[in-house]
């Protein structure tokens, strides 16, 4: 027979105290004296007592989680070191405010679709490139959310980095190198009619390449300049250069947005027998830890990526404390160029 469930009834009754009292233990400890908390406490661990999180959900119509809108499925994303500094930065603020985190990745490939099924407080929304209607969908909800590495939106938190600016530093040091023939290999963007129609990251990125080209003349349209998307993964980067290296036109210099898509470049050179920087320069964009260790070590763009969880989450946690419209923060954080050993002059 199923044993019965412990109830606050019965923890009260067992210590002596209200219901009401109880419930303080559990969900307001600062109404309570530390000598009546302690025995509450000690009289529901005694009984086995643990609070029905859906009651309490409907008590107090909070979780205590915060969301993490994902761009891509969770295999994808959990074999990203990106996202593992990422979740750094915002388990510092869920540990310090206390509240739990919630991955949320794409529903049936839809981000969208996510939103209603996941009960949290309020959501980080990461790598929304553009909106497919899931900005609309969070205000019609009337849930608190901050995007990462997006497009603005009137009334919404953002933070992001100076993709533009790291991007045209990069560039500039390829082009003082000598570099005229380049392949730029951007994250899959999903938007049809080539880069002008890009959005987000991938677009400021792309206009920091462009700024730095123009300066010397060129453009993506240029002899020996060419922009391909590929998957943002490290098999990704891998495909990508088995490819372009058995065509007869071979760049002198590959820009990965992304230190992951490069890392993969670098495999797949090391398999084929391919020197980098002697053959080919490569270079990535994020700073992972892996980036320094590589073989070589990578020439890449750092930018605060744990930083930016942490502010996302605080500025998340400040709108759901408000529990009204809190202030707006519009951050961007400052990318810097490390010089490693990717990169050299061209060869040919």
């Not at 469930?5 to 307001?28: C, G, I, L, P």
């Not at 999903?190 to 010397?216: D, E, F, Q, V």
């Not at 070590?297 to 408000?322: H, W």
């Amino acid at each position: 027979m199923k044993a019965r469930r412990v109830t606050m009834q019965d923890v009260a009754e067992r210590a002596s105290v209200s219901k009401t009292a109880v419930s303080f233990a559990f969900n307001d400890t600062s109404r309570l004296s530390e000598p009546t908390l302690k025995h509450i406490l000690e009289v529901a661990a005694e009984l086995g007592y643990s609070q029905d999180p859906a009651a309490r959900m409907l008590r107090t119509r909070r979780t205590n989680s915060l969301g993490l809108l994902l761009p891509q499925q969770l295999d994808i994303v959990l074999a990203n070191p990106y996202y593992t500094q990422f979740l750094q930065g915002i388990g510092q603020t869920c540990n310090r405010e206390g509240f739990t985190l919630l991955l949320a990745p794409p529903l049936r490939g839809s981000m969208l679709k996510t939103i209603p099924y996941a009960a949290v407080d309020g959501f980080i929304v990461s790598g929304l490139e553009y909106d497919r209607g899931e900005v609309s969908a969070l205000r019609q909800r009337d849930i608190p959310f901050v995007l990462v590495d997006s497009e603005h939106h009137d009334g919404v938190s953002s933070v992001e980095i100076e993709d533009g600016r790291g991007m045209e530093m990069l560039v500039e040091h390829l082009l003082s190198l000598g570099h005229r023939r380049i392949l730029f290999l951007a994250f899959e963007t999903g938007i049809a009619g080539g880069y002008a129609n890009w959005r987000g990251p991938a677009l400021r990125r792309m206009n920091g390449a462009i700024t730095a080209l123009r300066k010397s003349g060129l453009s993506p349209e240029s002899e020996g300049i060419e922009v391909r998307e590929v998957p943002c993964t490290r098999p990704g980067g891998e495909q990508a250069f088995r490819d372009l290296w058995n065509e007869p036109e071979r760049p002198t210099a590959i820009v990965c947005f992304s230190d992951v898509i490069a890392l993969g470049v670098l495999d797949a050179a090391h398999e084929m027998g391919v020197s980098v920087p002697h053959d080919v320069s490569v270079t990535g964009f994020d700073d992972l830890a892996e980036a320094q260790l590589s073989q070589p070590s990578l020439t890449t763009v750092r930018q605060p990526i744990e930083t930016k969880g942490r502010l996302a989450a605080e500025y998340l946690v400040e709108s759901i404390s408000a529990g009204e419209p809190s202030r707006v923060h519009r951050q961007e954080l400052h990318t810097a160029l490390l010089l490693r050993d990717s990169t050299g002059l061209p060869n040919q």
